[in-house]
Structures are given as C-alpha cells and as structure tokens.
C-alpha cells in the first residue's frame, strides 16, 4: 500500500508540474502550444521521478496527443514505426550476443592486457574499454557489465570512486562515437530523414566525432588519475581463447562493420553501395537467429529486447512531430533568433551550455527531442547550417557528468555505493565544460569542412 501512495505521489507531483507549465506557457504561446509544453513537462517528470514504468510513460503520447488536438492518432503512431528504431533494434540483437557469449569480457581482457597494471593504467583501460563497448552496447549495459568486474579490483575506496566513474564518464564519451551508441544520435538522424535532410552515414559520423571522443578518453582518464600514483594494485588475467560463438559473433560484427564502411560513400571518389543502414543492422541482428550463427534463440532472448527503450524512441520522435506541426518549434525559434547575432562561435557555446546544463536535470532524449526541431527552425530563419548545429546539441545532450540523473551511466555509477553525489559533482562540473569548449572547437574547425 505505502508502494500505491509513494506512485500515487509521483503522478500528482507530475500533474502539479504539467499544469504549471501550461500555465506559464499559456502567457506567451496559445493553447495548443501551451496544452503541448505542458504535457511534455508531465511527461519529462514522470521519466524523471519514475512515477510511472519508463515504457508506459513513453507510450502516454498516442493517447495524451490526440486527447489534446495536438497530433492525430495516426500521426502519433507512426513515429513509433520510424525506420531509425529498426537501425537501434538491430544493433541490440548484437548486443545481446556480445552479452551472451561472453565477448565484452575478451575485449575487456584485451584493453587491460594493453596498459600496465598501476591505478593509472586500470583508469585508463576502463575508459577506453568502457567507451568503444559503449559505441555498440547501450551504455547502461556497459556501465552494468563493466563496474561489475571494476569494484572488485581493489578495496581503496579511492580507486574505486575512480574506477566507477572511469566506466560511466567513458560510456557517455564513447557512447556518441557511432550512431547507435546513445539514443540521442538516434533521434537526431530520425529527425535528419524526416525533415529531408542528407543523413550523416555511419563512417562520416564516426571520422567527425572519433577526435572529440579520443581526446575525452584522455582528458577523463588523466583528471581520474590524479593523486592515485603512490597506490599500489595488482590485475589477474584469465587469457582465454574465444570460442566457437564468440568468434562467429565477432566475425558478424566485423562483416557489419566492413559494409558499413564500403556503403559510405566517399566523394568524389566512390558513391557507395546504396545500400539501407537500417536494413544492415536489422539483417546483422537478425542473422544472429539463423545457422550458422544460431547465437540467439527467440523464446530466450527475447525479453532482453529493450521495447521500453524502443517507445521512448518513439515518444522522442512524436514530440519533435508536435513541435512542428503545433508552430511551437517557430515560435521558440523566433525568441531564439537574437543569439544568431553573435559570432558562430559564440553560438555554437551558447548551445553546448543550454544542452549540458539543461540535460544535468532532465532525460537525454526527451531534451533532444524538444530542441532538435527549435534549433532546426533558429537555422531555417538565420541561414546557419542546422546540421552543424543540431549535431553540437546531440553530442552535448551525451555529455552530462554532474549529476546520478543526469545520464543512466551516471546513475548505475551511483548505485554502486562507490560514487558520492559530491565526487560525482566535483569531476563532472570539470568535465561538462572542458566537453562544451572541445565541441565548440571541433565543430567551428573540423566539422564544418565535412557539413
């Protein structure tokens, strides 16, 4: 009963939120607008406070929308059917299977096998190890995996503040290396192909953001390292073969990997295959079910397929929709514009700042949601290059490491009993703006040569 009334609590506290911003919005936008902003409050809360299963919540808009006259039905539902979630499900199949068989703790191995065993070589491996599984795995799941292993290193309750928050600082860096890394990336192509943008392709994506996320690997690693040299520690390697399953696994994902890149075109000199990201990653997952792979089996595996995680991809794509269709998005837009005077540079801060700091206290992906679509409408009125801009605004949604709420790495960081919110504070408010001045600098000196 006490279960009832703490949910019960949540919800009214949701509700109270909701109508507060309808009210506040209601000064300034009209009613639709209002009734919309008012509704995506309800909903960020009740992600937030967890009054509600993350599932159900993010399923709430196909029947709160239309309530509302926001989105019709059928308009709501079928950004739960947008192509990039099959990209994102396809990508879990493989992920599943590296869980499975056991290959993130072979690639584990490998990255310790490559530093020394001193506090600072360990920091560095779970950085590293931690971010390239990330850009495959979800990041929880790597935090998950990872910090598992990590806690049992050592028992300098020192080292393992660092350890944990070497797995969870490094799953959100290296979580923005591919596109389906982090759910943001995700939204933001959804977004790209919706709005008849060229879609950035994998390879590109990953040659623009690789030098931010090594240079991060660097800077994240180095500041955890400090003060922990005169600790002395010792790692035991187990070295074990990989298996039949491991291999053809790895073999798989080497294969995705391989089409991936002969698919991205590389003008002028080659065009690709034109081949469908979506369906690579989806026929890769898939293929994982068949001989002679036969990794996963259906009536196993299948639970561990992340539908909730699948609708909030949906619930993101269907407010990016409303912010379009109500006028919101050219109205938020138009009270936006006059940071647009500024020089490019100083616009590209002002969006890392407002993205990291606001996503500190909110979702991820319900922020990108909401701001792809303004952003995109600021650059269609001021002619600046919307690509640039709205990928500044993904990858800083990723980079929030103040806060247990702010990522769910952070928050499993947390949960480990390893992690004060006053470390987590202390290191994070460091690393938000060394990520908002490496992004800024990247974006206005390498990324535009690729935009």
């Known amino acids: 009963m006490s279960r009832d009334k703490e949910q019960f609590k949540k919800i009214t506290v949701a509700i109270v939120i909701g109508l507060f911003f309808f009210?506040?919005?209601?000064?300034?936008?009209?009613?639709?607008?209002?009734?919309?902003?008012?509704?995506?409050?309800?909903?960020?809360?009740?992600?937030?406070?967890?009054?509600?299963?993350?599932?159900?919540?993010?399923?709430?808009?196909?029947?709160?929308?239309?309530?509302?006259?926001?989105?019709?039905?059928?308009?709501?539902?079928?950004?739960?059917?947008?192509?990039?979630?099959?990209?994102?499900?396809?990508?879990?199949?493989?992920?599943?299977?590296?869980?499975?068989?056991?290959?993130?703790?072979?690639?584990?191995?490998?990255?310790?096998?490559?530093?020394?065993?001193?506090?600072?070589?360990?920091?560095?491996s779970l950085t590293i190890a931690s971010g390239l599984l990330s850009s495959l795995l979800s990041n929880t799941t790597t935090t998950l995996l990872l910090i598992s292993i990590a806690l049992f290193i050592t028992e300098d309750v020192r080292l393992k503040m660092r350890f944990a928050l070497a797995i969870a600082y490094g799953a959100s860096v290296g979580g923005i290396l591919t596109p389906i890394g982090t759910p943001p990336n995700l939204i933001l192509l959804g977004f790209m192909q919706?709005?008849?943008?060229?879609?950035?392709?994998?390879?590109?994506?990953?040659?623009?953001?690789?030098?931010?996320?090594?240079?991060?690997?660097?800077?994240?690693?180095?500041?955890?390292?400090?003060?922990?040299?005169?600790?002395?520690?010792?790692?035991?390697?187990?070295?074990?073969?990989?298996?039949?399953?491991?291999?053809?696994?790895?073999?798989?994902?080497?294969?995705?990997?391989?089409?991936?890149?002969?698919?991205?075109?590389?003008?002028?000199y080659w065009s690709g295959l034109g081949l469908n990201e979506n369906g690579i990653l989806l026929g890769a997952g898939l293929l994982l079910f068949a001989p002679p792979f036969s990794t996963l089996e259906w009536t196993e595996d299948k639970a561990k397929i992340p539908l909730r995680i699948m609708f909030l991809f949906g619930a993101g794509f269907s407010i990016a929709a409303a912010f379009s269709a109500t006028g919101l998005a050219d109205e938020v837009a138009s009270y936006l514009i006059v940071i647009t005077q500024l020089h490019p540079i100083l616009i590209i801060l002002s969006v890392a700042m407002l993205i990291t700091f606001t996503t500190e206290i909110t979702s991820n992906t319900a922020l990108i949601s909401v701001m792809l679509p303004v952003i995109y409408a600021v650059s269609q009125q001021s002619g600046l290059d919307a690509t640039l801009f709205m990928m500044v605004a993904t990858v800083c949604a990723s980079y929030a490491f103040m806060l247990p709420i702010a990522t769910p790495p952070n928050a499993v960081a947390m949960s480990s009993g390893a992690v004060s919110v006053k470390d987590m504070a202390r290191y994070g408010v460091v690393f938000n703006f060394i990520g908002i001045f490496l992004i800024a600098m990247i974006a206005e000196f390498f990324w535009k040569g690729f935009l």
């Open 23 to 124: 009210a506040l919005s209601f000064t300034v936008f009209n009613a639709t607008q209002a009734s919309l902003l008012g509704l995506i409050a309800f909903l960020v809360t009740l992600w937030t406070n967890e009054g509600l299963p993350l599932g159900v919540v993010s399923l709430l808009p196909i029947v709160l929308f239309p309530s509302f006259s926001i989105l019709s039905t059928t308009q709501t539902t079928a950004n739960y059917a947008n192509p990039i979630i099959f990209l994102f499900f396809g990508g879990f199949l493989l992920a599943i299977a590296v869980e499975k068989t056991e290959l993130h703790r072979w690639v584990t191995d490998k990255m310790f096998a490559i530093f020394p065993s001193t506090p600072k070589g360990i920091i560095f």
């Open 194 to 268: 919706k709005s008849d943008m060229e879609v950035i392709s994998f390879l590109q994506w990953m040659v623009m953001v690789a030098p931010l996320v090594f240079v991060m690997f660097f800077v994240v690693a180095s500041l955890l390292s400090i003060g922990v040299k005169d600790i002395e520690i010792s790692i035991k390697s187990e070295k074990k073969a990989l298996d039949a399953q491991q291999k053809k696994v790895l073999f798989l994902i080497g294969g995705v990997i391989l089409l991936l890149l002969l698919n991205a075109p590389l003008k002028p």
